[in-house]
């Protein structure tokens, strides 16, 4: 699958967290937010995931740091019927 930022992933998708690109501060700011490699994240809107039963904003700048896989499994838009 193909890495991307969390900024490049449409909403109502899913993604699996795989690291960061930025600095020590940032990192330590996403970790505690529960956004960790390994992690599956629901993008809710442009730069707003659903991690761990919260919702977390971020601004357009970190969101961009977060690398992440989307799966591909919820290519679909949600709420449509296979």
Do not use: F
């Given at each position: 699958?193909?890495?991307?930022?969390?900024?490049?992933?449409?909403?109502?998708?899913?993604?699996?967290?795989?690291?960061?690109?930025g600095?020590?501060?940032?990192?330590?700011?996403?970790?505690?937010?529960?956004?960790?490699?390994?992690?599956?994240v629901?993008?809710?809107?442009?730069?707003?995931?659903?991690?761990?039963?919260?919702?977390?904003?971020?601004?357009?700048?970190?969101?961009?740091?977060?690398t992440?896989?989307?799966?591909?499994?919820?290519?679909?838009?949600?709420?449509?019927?296979?």
């Open positions: 699958m193909n890495c991307c930022t969390l900024d490049k992933v449409p909403a109502g998708c899913k993604a699996t967290i795989r690291g960061y690109c600095c020590s501060r940032e990192r330590g700011r996403l970790c505690a937010l529960g956004l960790t490699p390994g992690t599956v629901e993008v809710c809107a442009p730069c707003s995931v659903r991690v761990r039963e919260s919702c977390v904003a971020l601004g357009i700048e970190v969101a961009g740091l977060v992440c896989e989307p799966l591909e499994n919820d290519a679909q838009p949600k709420g449509r019927v296979a």
